[in-house]
């Protein structure tokens, strides 16, 4: 699985949230987080401090997750992960609620993050939403965090499974640990030797499958108001301008097609072959400007 796309993509095909802007952005993110850490240093003793800030985040895993996340995270997804952090109001883009969000970047078809999907939206980033980078993390505290955010999902599902009572306590963690735990990641594959790519398989391919949200020229004008699954405004993404907040590189485009965007209406594509998605990934690109043969991000 590719762990490099997301060299990022900035500024390449998006004209909006490029440069300075995402920079101020990030470095009022980080003055959030400053005063956070400096907060939380000057009540680490005090384990009664962060109980007030929400009992819920005790339950949550390992400590060396909670001193990691408090540290690098919190500012932004709150310190119990519910996206409420400080820093959030700085920000164009919510981020994610862990407790009721789903994860959008995956390369599952049951929407479920493998611990490598979690890991590179933690090392890499997704500037294009907002979320930083945090390359001064090792990789054993990347993986530490990514099982921490998944935890705060687990308590999420125990949390809204609790309500019914017609389940019993044993039930709802059953049910709540599959929830968070993902089928196998699909392969990308190579296209097949004979694949080359055609504009007019893509675009007619693009016309059944896309066409209707993106609109006919991918200018993203073709669904009207679409919500999320918390029943949210999302916008439906400009193709030929906005930023791929997944990354942009066809083995990238190639997992958000075929695994859609889990709580968004972006539906998975199940039905197509895998040169029909690689068609489509290309297609993508070309509408991204990406001339046809290009392969770098
Ligand atoms: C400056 C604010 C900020 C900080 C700091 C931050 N994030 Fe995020 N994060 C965001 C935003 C905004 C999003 C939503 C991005 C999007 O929708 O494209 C997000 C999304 C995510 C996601 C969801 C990815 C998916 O597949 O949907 C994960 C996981 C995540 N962040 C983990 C972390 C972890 C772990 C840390 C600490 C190492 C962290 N974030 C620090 C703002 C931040
Ligand atoms: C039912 C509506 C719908 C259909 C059909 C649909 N999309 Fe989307 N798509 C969306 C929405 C909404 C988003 C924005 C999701 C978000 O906010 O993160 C999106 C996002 C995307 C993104 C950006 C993902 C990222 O990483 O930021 C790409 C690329 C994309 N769609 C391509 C396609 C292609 C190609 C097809 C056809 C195979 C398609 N979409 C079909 C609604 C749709």
């Known amino acids: 699985m590719s762990r490099n796309h997301l060299r990022s993509p900035c500024c390449e095909g998006g004209r909006k949230v490029c440069g300075p802007y995402v920079l ?17 240093s000057a009540c680490q003793n005090d384990s009664r401090s962060i109980a007030l800030l929400d009992s819920s985040a005790i339950t949550a895993p390992s400590s060396r997750g ?19 952090g400080v820093a959030a109001i700085a920000l164009e883009i919510r981020p994610r609620d862990f407790w009721n969000e789903p994860f959008r ?30 390359p001064w993390l090792s990789d054993e505290d990347v993986r530490v965090l990514a099982e921490y955010v998944l935890e705060f999902n687990r308590l999420g599902w125990v949390e809204r499974l609790s309500g019914d009572e017609s389940m019993s306590a044993a039930d709802v963690e059953e049910i709540a640990s599959d929830r968070v735990t993902p089928l196998e990641p699909i392969v990308v594959p190579m296209p097949s030797p004979d694949f080359r790519p055609s ?36 916008m439906v993404r400009d193709l030929t301008s906005d930023p791929i907040r997944g990354g942009a590189s066809p083995t990238e485009l190639f997992k958000r097609i075929r695994c859609g965007v889990p709580g968004t209406p ?32």
């Open 24 to 40: 101020r952005r990030v470095a009022f993110a980080a003055v959030g987080i400053g005063v956070l850490v400096v907060l939380l």
């Open 66 to 84: 909670y001193a990691l996340y408090q540290a690098n995270c919190a500012a932004c997804h709150g310190a119990s992960g519910r996206g409420n």
């Open 105 to 134: 970047y995956v390369s599952t078809l049951d929407g479920i993050p493998t611990s490598d999907d979690l890991a590179q939206t933690i090392r890499s980033g997704r500037l294009h939403g907002e979320m930083p980078a945090s």
């Open 199 to 234: 504009s007019e398989v893509g675009r007619s391919l693009y016309v059944q499958a896309c066409a209707s949200c993106h609109g006919p020229s991918g200018r993203g004008n073709g669904l009207n108001m679409p919500l999320d699954d918390r029943g949210r405004q999302v």
């Open 266 to 297: 972006m539906p998975a594509q199940l039905a197509l072959t895998d040169d029909q998605v690689w068609h489509l990934v290309f297609y993508t690109r070309q509408l991204m400007g990406r001339p046809i043969g290009q392969t770098s991000p």
